[in-house]
């Protein structure tokens, strides 16, 4: 076997589900793991900074970054990571495109801070935030990392060489990125790889229930519409985002009767993957009278930029609300 | 509608066909361009305008008062240059000729 | 982006000082030509012209341009003279962008340095896209040799006429349960003297002998499918409760106890609810009015032949033509009750009742009478509803003056000491008509001009017409007997034609020209021509000129053609990235896209002929897979990225 | 806002109504507001909130998407459907803290050239009130580049 | 019969009228004969700035369709040709054409323009140019006006010094870089074997010098002008590069335009001429454009705006431009020497006063007659100074197969030329594919 592959994997503003899905693939992987020389890894084991610091440049042949870049020091540990790495893999929506927390961009930052240290009702003390420097009771200085502004995805701090979508991606997905990468001819670089080309619709076996014209005359809620899950659910007012979403995951979640919410992310062409999805939802809405447009989207949509960018926000054109921060 | 004045059709029929017996009713031609007024030598200098072209529409209305107290017929001096200018042959000078010896013959002459 | 072997050239015109006036030309052309990707940049004063054209079809040679760009008048003048002087130099027409700095630019700005640095972002944008653009080759579309003629008046019938001798396939349909049209109610036809339908008699004749001419009265279209060459047409067709077993014996007539006002005549006198339109009408059989009769069946009864049958259902038909000619003609304005007195009285009618007074077969036999009298003073009141009135097209209707002047004559002619006095804005008898002007004259009209509209007050017999005689500065009163109101021409239900047809209007509301002097017999839509009153008033005549035009134009496309070539402009699917998620399909009120099995992936197909174009499928794509050729997303975002400056 | 400040408007007119109108404005000689660039497409519901969001994105300070009357449409519905997808899109662009009044939506018949004026005209004028979208771009890109380097 | 010509046609007259007619024959596969007099096809058209009621520039119409007549291949042109005689034999034409020569061969000439450069019968040497309506003089060898068809040099023979006197000069033939001058071309007779002739040879203007027109001072006071005269000074080919400026080349206060000139007169010319209301108010809008400043005033029996979208050019003349219509006509234009003004006076007829107003320039809206070929008159269709046609047809002759459009028939403008052109397109079609005469309508 040629010499083992010396991987790095790294989380940021992370929620840790994507290391799960990597355990998961791999754990049975026997042939895999006998090949992987792990250099960092602090999530499970305890790495330190000084570890990588240490390794030559280009050392690692491959480091897996997950989570999207919310602190200071997220940005100084990939620098390093990009320094010491030949591949850089960004794993997961948010280390592709922001995730979940990028949806934090809708705010200022100062108001997010607010909601969360002292208007959060669970709070004991209200109103304590977190100092960057501060001496603890046993008299120790300790540093805290300061949060940025916005939340960036990783390529907009580093160079990526390739992503792998999902929310987590699913273990077949990072199966099939691994394959590609070791198979020897690297698809061209800041390609998405172990996903489809596709939109989810192709995978989804509901698509077959689709009438020929698909067209809605209201938009609905999931949670409160009894639907019937072997049939499409867009064709029953659900928005769904399969057909504007990249298909990978094999329909995990229209299979069971729950609305892709869009996690594998835009297809190639997209250039705003959030109006797009505007674009194809409000298309197939059959109604012509503007004010029962208005009513229809107010009731089906209450938070547009939640239901289309819920995974893209700081990836898209126009990254955050431009009303927020001190340019009011 | 207080000072409209009544058109009286048959006045025109009656002048029309007096004209005619002297050989001058083309002034029925005369579609109210104004041309005769601007070649008349007289009319500018006695300050009456519009000159014949006003009669002929008077005759053309039927307004037989205003007619026979017009001063133009009177003081029209015959010389014939709005009949030269005419565009449309309507023969201004004769009718005003013609007419004058009309409102004599019939108002003058009976007052 | 090609950016590597992109070669453009780009032309700026003066258009004579239209352009150059306010806009710096030399600036724009020297701005253009600092864009990477451009080769060459011009400006020279009429790039229509056959020296304009020389220019770019030399440089395409000599410089081997892969891209056009032509800054100049509005597409809708020249995009057509301009790809074509691409294609003969041999570069794909479709590798060329028009940018319009005249209309939307020199025209409408004052600023010279502003207009001129409009200009340049226009340029910028224009070869941002030419740069994205790729060659496209015309669809070859079979062509059927047939035209339908809407509209059976005298401009229908011309186009009809023509396209008929010429060897074509004719339908020509009316929503009337007749053939003829307006002309047929009117009673002399200038400078003929002849009845209108008596106008119309011989072209009909020839017309319905002829085996390649389909007629359809009583029938609407009510949908257009397909596009140039190849148009499916549903036309809805009345029931014509009457077979062609009728002998006109008039028994039926007799024995209906219905009697409704009259409208070919005027509404002046009654007919029964089963009646016949007027003499020698074709089809020559009764017809029903269906708002009038109550279906009691009397007429069943007494016709002697069995011709009538009243469970006869409407009936729909499909036909495929290769053009379509719209000749609907217009509507004469009908006053409101009490506009000028008119409704107030017998003694105020209109220009159309006056018409069938003076027709001898007309309700009083041609004898001039009102309530049973010579009316006396006639006054004529011009322009109503064209300039004065409660509603108007604020437009001239070209016709009735010369109307006006013939029917005093004829009325002159039956009563010699009629007094008729005309009241007008302008005396329009243009050309030769002015003859009629001086014979009116001659035989002792009164004409007086009025700036603000006559007031007409209806005292008992007498109608009080009050006007003010500005020339000798009187206001002045006409007691007349009868007033007769000339009205003018009104758009025939044209909000329904350009549903339908997909076609606009213009101010006046009457359907809208491709263009008014370069092709006045063609609407914007290929394939479909516009003939008569349908697109302004016209005088028969006219209209029979007109109809031969839009005629000569179907003749263009269909005579002796197997195919013709369609804009290559319409929806494409990458089979690649389509999912099949069909958010497409339902996107396409032309049905064109369908779908199909590539291996078992299901994706959507569109049908070039039947795509129409508009792109609303490509926007509405989630993928991005449906493209709109020559619109395609990276055509347009170039522009929007050159638009912000962006030089690429 | 600076009176010197001069709002860029991008206009996406459809061919066969708002252009023939802006047409008009121009045979008619009535003057427009220099700020407007019209990018003519075949249909208003060939345009893509895609473009609209990239517009915005470039710097410019408004956008406005005009077709023909509904019912009037060359393609029956296109119209519609460029309707919906402005509706939805200015609730998305609200909340992205794009003001509403800088997305319009408009139709102009082919011979309602007075309308295409006073659309324009309007449109420069309140723009000029809310001011410059630059500004903000500018302070977004400001805070990535701090990143970066 | 994909392809094949449909038959051979005769187009006289090269006008916007005959160019129409000669597309729509070329599209439906006709070969078709455009015979025109002058060195350029264009007719009166070319000279015209801009056309009424939409403001389009005339060469924005015009050149296109002149250009596509040189690329219709089933289209032969012949320029400086006038056809002399039409002979009807069976159902076909014989036509005898008499062609000037051009003393330039077409075949090398690029229209490059360098003879003109160097020609030395210029100026007063020269000859007045009739595209500007002799406001400017051109020399021998010229080309028409910068868009024209054929865009070839011509050799006036009347000036070149050449041609009159059998040598000397010849620099225009030193010059040409294609050597393409030819000073022994000489006359050809052609002769043409047709299947129909549509004659559209336009109109001649009413002559301003007639008596009866000179209470204007055409020709006396220098500031008087032709409309068509006043047409080229606005254009920017014209004489004046577009300024409105007088013959001085100050810039004029105040314009008067007079209506029915040598129109609706019962001596000189009883009809109306149906184009110059139309292109008197799209002058003076033209001139307001020019010089927003300058007063202009139209003197008018009747605005005949009749055509489509005209009512509306003539309000917003009124409302938006400031043209001041004034129902009125003048009995004479004198001179006030000492202000090198006009004067003309008239009589408000709606007011009822007399006015006189002063003026810097005078436009006489010039009347128009059909230019009625020779031909036309052998063919016996035509009487007291009108083309005969039928009653149901208005361009069909009782000759079958020879068709009259535009303002050889009667006055048209040039929407309704058009339409003329392509309707008697249609007629030919018609007539070469059913040999029946169209409408047989009332052949009283």
Same mark, same amino acid.
């Given at each position: 076997?040629?010499?083992?592959?010396?991987?790095?994997?790294?989380?940021?503003?992370?929620?840790?589900?994507?290391?799960?899905?990597?355990?998961?693939?791999?754990?049975?992987?026997?042939?895999?793991?006998?090949?992987?020389?792990?250099?960092?890894?602090?999530?499970?084991?305890?790495?330190?900074?000084?570890?990588?610091?240490?390794?030559?440049?280009?050392?690692?042949?491959?480091?897996?970054?997950?989570?999207?870049?919310?602190?200071?020091?997220?940005?100084?540990?990939?620098?390093?990571?990009?320094?010491?790495?030949?591949?850089?893999?960004?794993?997961?929506?948010?280390?592709?495109?922001?995730?979940?927390?990028?949806?934090?961009?809708?705010?200022?930052?100062?108001?997010?801070?607010?909601?969360?240290?002292?208007?959060?009702?669970?709070?004991?003390?209200?109103?304590?935030?977190?100092?960057?420097?501060?001496?603890?009771?046993?008299?120790?200085?300790?540093?805290?990392?300061?949060?940025?502004?916005?939340?960036?995805?990783?390529?907009?701090?580093?160079?990526?060489?390739?992503?792998?979508?999902?929310?987590?991606?699913?273990?077949?997905?990072?199966?099939?990125?691994?394959?590609?990468?070791?198979?020897?001819?690297?698809?061209?670089?800041?390609?998405?790889?172990?996903?489809?080309?596709?939109?989810?619709?192709?995978?989804?076996?509901?698509?077959?229930?689709?009438?020929?014209?698909?067209?809605?005359?209201?938009?609905?809620?999931?949670?409160?519409?009894?639907?019937?899950?072997?049939?499409?659910?867009?064709?029953?007012?659900?928005?769904?985002?399969?057909?504007?979403?990249?298909?990978?995951?094999?329909?995990?979640?229209?299979?069971?009767?729950?609305?892709?919410?869009?996690?594998?992310?835009?297809?190639?062409?997209?250039?705003?993957?959030?109006?797009?999805?505007?674009?194809?939802?409000?298309?197939?809405?059959?109604?012509?009278?503007?004010?029962?447009?208005?009513?229809?989207?107010?009731?089906?949509?209450?938070?547009?930029?939640?239901?289309?960018?819920?995974?893209?926000?700081?990836?898209?054109?126009?990254?955050?609300?431009?009303?927020?921060?001190?340019?009011? | 509608?207080?000072?409209?004045?009544?058109?009286?059709?048959?006045?025109?029929?009656?002048?029309?066909?007096?004209?005619?017996?002297?050989?001058?009713?083309?002034?029925?031609?005369?579609?109210?361009?104004?041309?005769?007024?601007?070649?008349?030598?007289?009319?500018?200098?006695?300050?009456?305008?519009?000159?014949?072209?006003?009669?002929?529409?008077?005759?053309?209305?039927?307004?037989?008062?205003?007619?026979?107290?017009?001063?133009?017929?009177?003081?029209?001096?015959?010389?014939?240059?709005?009949?030269?200018?005419?565009?449309?042959?309507?023969?201004?000078?004769?009718?005003?000729?013609?007419?004058?010896?009309?409102?004599?013959?019939?108002?003058?002459?009976?007052? | 982006?090609?950016?590597?072997?992109?070669?453009?050239?780009?032309?700026?015109?003066?258009?004579?000082?239209?352009?150059?006036?306010?806009?710096?030309?030399?600036?724009?052309?020297?701005?253009?030509?600092?864009?990477?990707?451009?080769?060459?940049?011009?400006?020279?004063?009429?790039?229509?012209?056959?020296?304009?054209?020389?220019?770019?079809?030399?440089?395409?040679?000599?410089?081997?341009?892969?891209?056009?760009?032509?800054?100049?008048?509005?597409?809708?003048?020249?995009?057509?003279?301009?790809?074509?002087?691409?294609?003969?130099?041999?570069?794909?027409?479709?590798?060329?962008?028009?940018?319009?700095?005249?209309?939307?630019?020199?025209?409408?700005?004052?600023?010279?340095?502003?207009?001129?640095?409009?200009?340049?972002?226009?340029?910028?944008?224009?070869?941002?896209?030419?740069?994205?653009?790729?060659?496209?080759?015309?669809?070859?579309?079979?062509?059927?040799?047939?035209?339908?003629?809407?509209?059976?008046?005298?401009?229908?019938?011309?186009?009809?006429?023509?396209?008929?001798?010429?060897?074509?396939?004719?339908?020509?349909?009316?929503?009337?349960?007749?053939?003829?049209?307006?002309?047929?109610?009117?009673?002399?036809?200038?400078?003929?003297?002849?009845? &209108?339908?008596?106008?119309?008699?011989?072209?009909?004749?020839?017309?319905?002998?002829?085996?390649?001419?389909?007629?359809?009265?009583?029938?609407?279209?009510?949908?257009?499918?397909?596009?140039?060459?190849?148009?499916?047409?549903?036309?809805?067709?009345?029931?014509?409760?009457?077979?062609?077993?009728?002998?006109?014996?008039?028994?039926?007539?007799?024995?209906?106890?219905?009697?409704?006002?009259?409208?070919?005549?005027?509404?002046?006198?009654?007919?029964?609810?089963?009646?016949?339109?007027?003499?020698?009408?074709?089809?020559?059989?009764?017809?029903?009015?269906?708002?009038?009769?109550?279906?009691? &069946?009397?007429?069943?009864?007494?016709?002697?032949?069995?011709?009538?049958?009243?469970?006869?259902?409407?009936?729909?038909?499909?036909?495929?033509?290769?053009?379509?000619?719209?000749?609907?003609?217009?509507?004469?304005?009908?006053?409101?009750?009490?506009?000028?007195?008119?409704?107030?009285?017998?003694?105020?009618?209109?220009?159309?009742?006056?018409?069938?007074?003076?027709?001898?077969?007309?309700?009083?036999?041609?004898?001039?009478?009102?309530?049973?009298?010579?009316?006396?003073?006639?006054?004529?009141?011009?322009?109503?509803?064209?300039?004065?009135?409660?509603?108007?097209?604020?437009?001239?209707?070209?016709?009735?003056?010369?109307?006006?002047?013939?029917?005093?004559?004829?009325?002159?002619?039956?009563?010699?000491?009629?007094?008729?006095?005309?009241?007008?804005?302008?005396?329009?008898?243009?050309?030769?008509?002015?003859?009629?002007?001086?014979?009116?004259?001659?035989?002792?009209?009164?004409?007086?001009?009025?700036?603000?509209?006559?007031?007409?007050?209806?005292?008992?017999?007498?109608?009080?017409?009050?006007?003010?005689?500005?020339?000798?500065?009187?206001?002045?009163?006409?007691?007349?007997?009868?007033?007769?109101?000339?009205?003018?021409?009104?758009?025939?239900?044209?909000?329904?034609?350009?549903?339908?047809?997909?076609?606009?209007?213009?101010?006046?509301?009457?359907?809208?020209?491709?263009?008014?002097?370069?092709?006045?017999?063609?609407?914007?839509?290929?394939?479909?021509?516009?003939?008569?009153?349908?697109?302004?008033?016209?005088?028969?005549?006219?209209?029979?000129?007109?109809?031969?035009?839009?005629?000569?134009?179907?003749?263009?496309?269909?005579?002796?053609?197997?195919?013709?070539?369609?804009?290559?402009?319409?929806?494409?699917?990458?089979?690649?990235?389509?999912?099949?998620?069909?958010?497409?399909?339902?996107?396409?009120?032309?049905?064109?896209?369908?779908?199909?099995?590539?291996?078992?992936?299901?994706?959507?197909?569109?049908?070039?002929?039947?795509?129409?174009?508009? &792109?609303?499928?490509?926007?509405?794509?989630?993928?991005?897979?449906?493209?709109?050729?020559?619109?395609?997303?990276?055509?347009?975002?170039?522009?929007?990225?050159?638009?912000?400056?962006?030089?690429? | 806002?600076?009176?010197?400040?001069?709002?860029?408007?991008?206009?996406?007119?459809?061919?066969?109504?708002?252009?023939?109108?802006?047409?008009?404005?121009?045979?008619?000689?009535?003057?427009?507001?220099?700020?407007?660039?019209?990018?003519?497409?075949?249909?208003?519901?060939?345009?893509?909130?895609?473009?609209?969001?990239?517009?915005?994105?470039?710097?410019?300070?408004?956008?406005?998407?005009?077709?023909?009357?509904?019912?009037?449409?060359?393609?029956?519905?296109?119209?519609?459907?460029?309707?919906?997808?402005?509706? #939805?899109?200015?609730?998305?662009?609200?909340?992205?803290?794009?003001?509403?009044?800088?997305?319009?939506?408009?139709?102009?018949?082919?011979?309602?050239?007075?309308?295409?004026?006073?659309?324009?005209?309007?449109?420069?004028?309140?723009?000029?009130?809310?001011?410059?979208?630059?500004?903000? #771009?500018?302070?977004?890109?400001?805070?990535?580049?701090?990143?970066?380097? | 019969?994909?392809?094949?010509?449909?038959?051979?046609?005769?187009?006289?007259?090269?006008?916007?009228?005959?160019?129409?007619?000669?597309?729509?024959?070329?599209?439906?596969?006709?070969?078709?004969?455009?015979?025109?007099?002058?060195?350029?096809?264009?007719?009166?058209?070319?000279?015209?700035?801009?056309?009424?009621?939409?403001?389009?520039?005339?060469?924005?119409?015009?050149?296109?369709?002149?250009?596509?007549?040189?690329?219709?291949?089933?289209?032969?042109?012949?320029?400086?040709?006038?056809?002399?005689?039409?002979?009807?034999?069976?159902?076909?034409?014989?036509?005898?054409?008499?062609?000037?020569?051009?003393?330039?061969?077409?075949?090398?000439?690029?229209?490059?323009?360098?003879?003109?450069?160097?020609?030395?019968?210029?100026?007063?040497?020269?000859?007045?140019?009739?595209?500007?309506?002799?406001?400017?003089?051109?020399?021998?060898?010229?080309?028409?006006?910068?868009?024209?068809?054929?865009?070839?040099?011509?050799?006036?023979?009347?000036?070149?010094?050449?041609?009159?006197?059998?040598?000397?000069?010849?620099?225009?033939?030193?010059?040409?870089?294609?050597?393409?001058?030819?000073?022994?071309?000489?006359?050809?007779?052609?002769?043409?074997?047709?299947?129909?002739?549509?004659?559209?040879?336009?109109?001649?203007?009413?002559?301003?010098?007639?008596?009866?027109?000179?209470?204007?001072?055409?020709?006396?006071?220098?500031?008087?002008?032709?409309?068509?005269?006043?047409?080229?000074?606005?254009?920017?080919?014209?004489?004046?590069?577009?300024?409105?400026?007088?013959?001085?080349?100050?810039?004029?206060?105040?314009?008067?335009?007079?209506?029915?000139?040598?129109?609706?007169?019962?001596?000189?010319?009883?009809?109306?001429?149906?184009?110059?209301?139309?292109?008197?108010?799209?002058?003076?809008?033209?001139?307001?454009?020019?010089?927003?400043?300058?007063?202009?005033?139209?003197?008018?029996?009747?605005?005949?705006?009749?055509?489509?979208?005209?009512?509306?050019?003539?309000?917003?003349?009124?409302?938006?431009?400031?043209?001041?219509?004034?129902?009125?006509?003048?009995?004479?234009?004198?001179?006030?020497?000492?202000?090198?003004?006009?004067?003309?006076?008239?009589?408000?007829?709606?007011?009822?006063?007399?006015?006189?107003?002063?003026?810097?320039?005078?436009?006489?809206?010039?009347?128009?007659?059909?230019?009625?070929?020779?031909?036309?008159?052998?063919?016996?269709?035509?009487?007291?100074?009108?083309?005969?046609?039928?009653?149901?047809?208005?361009?069909?002759?009782?000759?079958?197969?020879?068709?009259?459009?535009?303002?050889?028939?009667?006055?048209?403008?040039?929407?309704?030329?058009?339409?003329?052109?392509?309707?008697?397109?249609?007629?030919?079609?018609?007539?070469?594919?059913?040999?029946?005469?169209?409408?047989?309508?009332?052949?009283?």
């Amino acid at each position: 076997m040629s010499p083992k592959v010396r991987v790095a994997l790294y989380w940021l503003a992370s929620c840790g589900g994507c290391e799960e899905s990597q355990v998961d693939a791999i754990s049975d992987k026997i042939d895999i793991i006998s090949n992987l020389e792990i250099v960092f890894w602090p999530v499970a084991m305890d790495f330190k900074k000084e570890d990588v610091e240490k390794l030559p440049d280009e050392s690692i042949d491959v480091a897996v970054i997950n989570g999207g870049v919310r602190l200071k020091e997220h940005v100084e540990m990939v620098k390093l990571l990009r320094r010491k790495s030949k591949i850089v893999i960004a794993y997961g929506s948010c280390a592709s495109w922001g995730g979940i927390p990028g949806l934090a961009n809708l705010y200022d930052i100062n108001e997010v801070l607010s909601r969360v240290y002292s208007e959060v009702p669970t709070l004991q003390e209200k109103g304590v935030m977190p100092r960057p420097k501060s001496v603890t009771n046993e008299g120790m200085e300790i540093e805290l990392t300061e949060v940025l502004p916005m939340l960036l995805p990783l390529d907009a701090v580093i160079d990526v060489d390739y992503y792998i979508p999902g929310c987590p991606p699913t273990p077949e997905t990072f199966l099939k990125a691994l394959e590609t990468l070791l198979s020897g001819n690297l698809p061209p670089r800041k390609s998405v790889i172990g996903a489809s080309t596709r939109a989810l619709c192709e995978e989804c076996p509901l698509n077959k229930t689709k009438p020929d014209k698909v067209l809605i005359k209201e938009i609905r809620r999931i949670y409160n519409t009894k639907i019937d899950p072997s049939k499409c659910l867009l064709v029953q007012g659900i928005p769904c985002l399969g057909p504007v979403t990249r298909g990978g995951c094999n329909a995990k979640c229209p299979r069971v009767g729950s609305p892709c919410i869009g996690c594998y992310g835009p297809l190639d062409k997209h250039i705003d993957y959030g109006a797009k999805a505007i674009s194809f939802i409000a298309s197939i809405l059959d109604l012509n009278d503007e004010n029962e447009i208005k009513k229809a989207l107010d009731n089906g949509i209450p938070d547009p930029a939640g239901l289309v960018h819920k995974f893209t926000l700081p990836a898209s054109r126009l990254k955050v609300n431009l009303k927020r921060g001190e340019h009011k | 509608m207080s000072k409209h004045i009544e058109v009286r059709p048959e006045i025109y029929t009656k002048i029309r066909d007096f004209m005619k017996k002297l050989g001058a009713d083309d002034f029925i031609k005369c579609f109210n361009c104004g041309t005769c007024t601007v070649a008349c030598p007289i009319a500018e200098v006695l300050g009456i305008v519009p000159f014949s072209r006003k009669i002929i529409r008077y005759i053309m209305l039927g307004l037989e008062e205003d007619l026979v107290n017009s001063k133009e017929i009177l003081l029209c001096l015959h010389c014939g240059e709005c009949s030269e200018y005419c565009p449309k042959g309507a023969n201004p000078a004769e009718t005003m000729h013609a007419l004058k010896t009309y409102i004599i013959q019939n108002y003058l002459l009976k007052r | 982006m090609r950016d590597k072997d992109v070669r453009i050239g780009v032309y700026i015109c003066h258009c004579g000082t239209n352009i150059a006036g306010i806009v710096d030309v030399e600036e724009v052309a020297r701005y253009a030509s600092s864009i990477p990707g451009v080769v060459v940049a011009r400006h020279y004063t009429f790039m229509c012209s056959e020296t304009g054209q020389n220019m770019i079809k030399d440089d395409i040679k000599n410089l081997k341009l892969n891209g056009v760009v032509v800054a100049a008048c509005s597409p809708a003048l020249h995009e057509v003279t301009f790809k074509n002087a691409v294609k003969e130099a041999g570069l794909n027409p479709y590798l060329f962008e028009m940018v319009n700095i005249r209309e939307h630019c020199s025209w409408t700005h004052t600023d010279r340095r502003l207009a001129t640095e409009k200009a340049k972002d226009l340029v910028r944008m224009a070869i941002a896209k030419v740069k994205e653009l790729e060659p496209l080759e015309e669809v070859k579309a079979e062509v059927v040799n047939s035209v339908l003629v809407v509209g059976s008046g005298v401009a229908g019938l011309s186009a009809a006429l023509t396209l008929a001798r010429a060897g074509l396939t004719v339908y020509i349909i009316d929503k009337r349960p007749v053939l003829g049209g307006f002309v047929t109610r009117l009673v002399n036809i200038a400078p003929i003297g002849i009845r &209108g339908r008596e106008f119309v008699k011989p072209m009909i004749d020839e017309l319905v002998e002829m085996p390649n001419v389909k007629v359809l009265t009583n029938a609407e279209v009510i949908s257009v499918e397909g596009g140039v060459g190849n148009f499916k047409v549903r036309i809805r067709q009345r029931p014509t409760y009457i077979s062609d077993l009728c002998t006109l014996c008039g028994y039926c007539e007799k024995a209906c106890p219905i009697e409704v006002p009259n409208e070919y005549e005027g509404k002046l006198t009654m007919r029964k609810a089963i009646y016949l339109p007027f003499k020698e009408a074709y089809p020559p059989k009764y017809v029903i009015d269906e708002n009038a009769c109550t279906k009691c &069946g009397k007429c069943i009864d007494a016709c002697p032949v069995k011709a009538i049958d009243l469970s006869v259902k409407e009936r729909y038909i499909d036909l495929n033509v290769g053009a379509i000619i719209i000749a609907v003609g217009h509507e004469p304005y009908e006053p409101d009750k009490g506009e000028f007195g008119y409704g107030l009285t017998r003694r105020v009618i209109t220009s159309l009742q006056l018409e069938r007074l003076l027709d001898e077969e007309g309700p009083t036999g041609g004898r001039f009478i009102i309530d049973g009298k010579v009316p006396k003073t006639i006054v004529f009141i011009s322009c109503v509803g064209s300039l004065i009135g409660n509603k108007t097209t604020n437009a001239c209707s070209r016709r009735c003056c010369s109307t006006i002047t013939y029917d005093t004559l004829k009325i002159l002619s039956k009563n010699p000491d009629s007094h008729i006095y005309i009241l007008y804005r302008d005396i329009r008898t243009y050309g030769f008509e002015e003859e009629l002007y001086w014979k009116a004259l001659e035989n002792g009209v009164v004409f007086v001009k009025f700036e603000e509209p006559p007031k007409v007050e209806v005292m008992g017999d007498k109608i009080m017409v009050y006007v003010r005689e500005a020339t000798i500065n009187k206001n002045i009163v006409i007691p007349a007997d009868l007033v007769v109101l000339f009205v003018g021409m009104t758009p025939s239900n044209a909000g329904e034609i350009v549903r339908i047809f997909k076609l606009s209007r213009t101010a006046d509301g009457f359907i809208r020209e491709a263009h008014l002097k370069l092709r006045p017999a063609e609407t914007p839509t290929e394939g479909i021509f516009l003939a008569g009153a349908a697109a302004g008033p016209k005088g028969v005549m006219e209209s029979v000129i007109h109809g031969a035009a839009a005629a000569s134009k179907a003749l263009a496309l269909l005579l002796n053609k197997k195919y013709i070539l369609r804009e290559p402009l319409v929806a494409k699917v990458d089979e690649e990235l389509c999912s099949g998620c069909l958010i497409c399909v339902g996107m396409c009120p032309f049905n064109a896209i369908s779908v199909k099995y590539v291996g078992e992936r299901r994706v959507a197909t569109v049908n070039p002929l039947l795509c129409m174009g508009c &792109g609303t499928c490509a926007a509405a794509c989630p993928s991005g897979a449906m493209e709109h050729n020559g619109f395609k997303d990276k055509q347009i975002l170039a522009q929007v990225r050159a638009f912000a400056g962006v030089v690429v | 806002m600076s009176s010197e400040y001069e709002p860029k408007v991008l206009m996406f007119t459809c061919n066969w109504c708002s252009y023939a109108a802006a047409d008009l404005a121009g045979t008619s000689r009535m003057k427009t507001p220099h700020n407007i660039r019209i990018v003519r497409v075949m249909c208003s519901g060939r345009v893509d909130p895609q473009f609209i969001m990239e517009a915005f994105a470039q710097g410019a300070d408004g956008v406005i998407v005009s077709g023909c009357h509904p019912g009037d449409c060359h393609y029956m519905e296109g119209n519609y459907k460029a309707l919906r997808r402005m509706l #939805l899109l200015r609730k998305l662009l609200e909340q992205l803290g794009i003001e509403p009044e800088r997305l319009r939506l408009e139709w102009i018949s082919a011979s309602e050239a007075r309308k295409f004026v006073e659309i324009t005209t309007d449109t420069v004028e309140k723009l000029r009130k809310l001011g410059p979208l630059k500004p903000r #771009l500018d302070y977004v890109r400001k805070i990535m580049e701090e990143v970066v380097k | 019969m994909e392809g094949a010509k449909l038959g051979e046609v005769a187009v006289v007259g090269g006008g916007i009228a005959g160019i129409q007619a000669a597309l729509d024959l070329a599209d439906t596969e006709f070969k078709v004969y455009l015979i025109e007099r002058s060195p350029s096809i264009g007719g009166r058209m070319a000279q015209l700035d801009k056309t009424f009621p939409t403001l389009d520039c005339a060469s924005c119409i015009l050149t296109p369709k002149m250009a596509e007549v040189l690329r219709k291949d089933n289209i032969e042109l012949l320029t400086l040709a006038e056809v002399v005689d039409v002979i009807k034999n069976g159902n076909k034409f014989k036509l005898t054409i008499k062609q000037r020569p051009r003393y330039v061969d077409t075949n090398k000439c690029t229209g490059c323009g360098t003879c003109v450069e160097k020609c030395t019968a210029r100026g007063k040497l020269g000859a007045p140019d009739e595209f500007n309506e002799g406001l400017s003089t051109r020399t021998a060898v010229y080309i028409p006006f910068p868009q024209a068809v054929p865009k070839k040099a011509v050799i006036d023979p009347n000036i070149c010094l050449r041609l009159r006197y059998k040598r000397g000069c010849g620099i225009c033939e030193k010059v040409c870089p294609a050597n393409a001058i030819n000073f022994n071309d000489t006359e050809r007779i052609l002769n043409l074997t047709v299947d129909a002739v549509i004659v559209a040879t336009g109109y001649k203007f009413i002559d301003p010098r007639l008596p009866e027109l000179s209470i204007y001072g055409y020709g006396k006071y220098p500031e008087v002008y032709t409309n068509i005269e006043f047409e080229r000074i606005l254009d920017a080919r014209g004489p004046t590069g577009g300024a409105l400026i007088k013959k001085d080349g100050s810039h004029p206060e105040r314009i008067v335009f007079i209506q029915c000139v040598g129109s609706r007169h019962y001596k000189i010319n009883p009809y109306c001429s149906a184009y110059c209301c139309m292109a008197s108010i799209k002058q003076a809008i033209l001139a307001k454009e020019h010089e927003p400043k300058v007063d202009v005033t139209i003197l008018y029996m009747d605005i005949r705006a009749y055509g489509k979208g005209f009512q509306d050019f003539y309000n917003r003349a009124e409302n938006e431009y400031g043209i001041r219509f004034i129902k009125g006509r003048t009995a004479g234009i004198t001179e006030d020497p000492s202000k090198k003004k006009l004067i003309v006076k008239y009589e408000d007829v709606m007011r009822g006063t007399i006015e006189t107003m002063e003026t810097d320039m005078v436009v006489l809206a010039l009347g128009i007659v059909p230019n009625i070929p020779s031909f036309l008159n052998r063919l016996g269709v035509v009487r007291n100074g009108r083309v005969i046609t039928r009653p149901g047809d208005p361009i069909s002759t009782y000759v079958d197969g020879i068709f009259v459009i535009g303002a050889t028939l009667n006055p048209t403008d040039i929407p309704d030329a058009v339409l003329q052109g392509s309707a008697a397109a249609a007629r030919v079609t018609e007539h070469v594919l059913r040999r029946k005469t169209p409408f047989e309508v009332m052949r009283s």
